[in-house]
């Protein structure tokens, strides 16, 4: 392929000037129309919105090559795409990213209610031309992406712990990508909702909440393992669509715990989904968010993409490293608890643990604490990540168990919510239960 390649064109792709798409009928008339949308695949093709059974889309079925006009964004070139169109995809990743932008798009021009994707028409890119004009010179191409991934990379091999390796993550967000408000978030065992274990940026943590797949940028991302990117705020995919499982048909006073509040902007106006990979399993999404239009272009997508991968693969090799216990340590004199004893119920519909009438956690976390405070009322104060794996009363699925992360969890939500109890990392695949008050353990039915 001669002139431009796709990669040096990618600003006109980012949907924020529309193209000009030019067709052919059988019988040789032509027709131009704006289209909305041209979505980047790779660098020998493109996709196209099919939003509507118009003139364009009559003369693409019966003639598969065309021409689009994109201008650049910035610099204001005209460049010409001659394309073959090839197939159209209604579901999958590439159809839901499109999806998520074209939402992006019509909520920027007021057509949210016109706009609707059909389908993603996947055409070969078989020539690029430069036209002719008097461009604006490029502006300076931005810096700083690639070290910004090798701090990332240092920081993650110099973790020993998962808390370390979300810390050091969020950490080369804010200081090398300006971003002000991201949010990791794992899953659960039965693979079918997220919850956050790290965030910076929000009033609360929100460690702790949960989004089901499919749910808004996060699920849909999680859901179709692909970047879902939105650079102009969009109702359709709104937090509030985001929601943790909840306390349904437990006990009337479970019912009555309060949720744990999403850390999310209330009017996000750009944001970013990357799924969290290793070996092929989804182990999370990270997420970063502004209140601006346009903030996250291609570039930030593509090194969150690697920041992602990188801490698919730390997380991995870190739940495998708990496997082997470093030697107990010598225990120390126990802690004495004074005062009251704090009231800790457990809810056996839902497994919900509730401190002193508040909603603390559930599930696999729930579970972990439940049977830690019940040792300790026996005695113990130190504990493994093996003996927590052979206990199959906590519910830990066979694969992917996700135990770090699980004890991350639970670790973040005692420090916020239940300053009496801690949880303090002995050595490596071990910890300890810590209390400063005595506690009273009361099993609801």
């Not at 996250?296 to 082997?324: C, K, N, P, T, W």
């Not at 119920?345 to 643990?353: L, T």
């Not at 996700?402 to 969890?409: C, G, K, M, Q, W």
Request: proline share 7%.
């Amino acid at each position: 392929m001669n002139g431009p390649q796709l990669c040096d064109i990618r600003p006109c792709l980012e949907g924020v000037i529309p193209a000009v798409m030019a067709t052919c009928a059988a019988d040789g008339t032509p027709n131009v129309a704006y289209i909305s949308q041209v979505y980047y695949v790779d660098e020998r093709h493109v996709a196209l919105s099919f939003q509507f059974f118009n003139k364009t889309r009559q003369n693409i079925l019966a003639n598969p090559y065309a021409t689009v006009l994109l201008l650049h964004p910035q610099t204001a070139a005209y460049y010409r795409l001659h394309l073959r169109y090839l197939r159209t995809e209604t579901e999958g990743p590439l159809f839901e990213g499109m999806k998520a932008q074209l939402a992006g798009i019509a909520s920027h021009t007021g057509m949210q209610d016109v706009f609707r994707l059909l389908g993603s028409d996947i055409y070969a890119v078989e020539r690029i031309e430069a036209l002719a004009g008097e461009p604006m010179p490029a502006p300076p191409a931005r810096g700083g992406m690639l070290a910004a991934a090798r701090r990332c990379s240092e920081r993650l091999a110099r973790g020993t712990s998962l808390d370390e390796a979300l810390n050091a993550v969020l950490a080369t967000l804010t200081d090398f990508m300006e971003v002000r408000h991201a949010i990791v978030l794992m899953l659960d065992g039965a693979g079918q909702r997220l919850y956050t274990v790290a965030s910076c940026g929000y009033p609360t943590s929100g460690v702790g909440s949960e989004i089901g797949l499919g749910q808004g940028v996060i699920g849909m991302a999680a859901r179709e393992r692909t970047p879902v990117r939105i650079m102009h705020m969009t109702n359709a995919y709104l937090y509030s669509q985001a929601m943790r499982s909840s306390l349904e048909g437990s006990a009337p006073d479970a019912a009555a715990g309060p949720e744990i509040p999403y850390p999310g902007l209330k009017e996000p106006h750009s944001q970013l989904a990357v799924p969290v990979m290793s070996a092929g399993r989804l182990l999370g999404v990270l997420f970063v968010e502004s209140p601006r239009d346009m903030v996250f272009g291609f570039e930030d997508e593509d090194m969150l993409v690697a920041m992602a991968g990188h801490l698919g693969a730390a997380i991995d090799l870190l739940q495998a490293g708990s496997e082997a216990p470093e030697a107990a340590p010598a225990a120390p004199p126990r802690p004495s608890a004074s005062g009251e004893p704090l009231q800790v119920r457990r809810f056996a519909s839902n497994g919900s643990i509730f401190i002193g009438g508040e909603y603390l956690i559930k599930g696999v976390a729930g579970a972990i604490l439940w049977k830690l405070l019940k040792e300790h009322a026996q005695g113990r104060c130190d504990f493994s990540n093996r003996e927590l794996r052979l206990d199959a009363a906590i519910g830990l699925p066979d694969v992917g168990d996700n135990l770090e992360a699980r004890l991350v969890l639970l670790r973040r939500r005692l420090d916020e919510h239940g300053p009496h109890l801690r949880i303090e990392k002995t050595g490596r695949g071990r910890f300890r239960l810590a209390l400063t008050r005595p506690v009273s353990l009361t099993e609801v039915a």
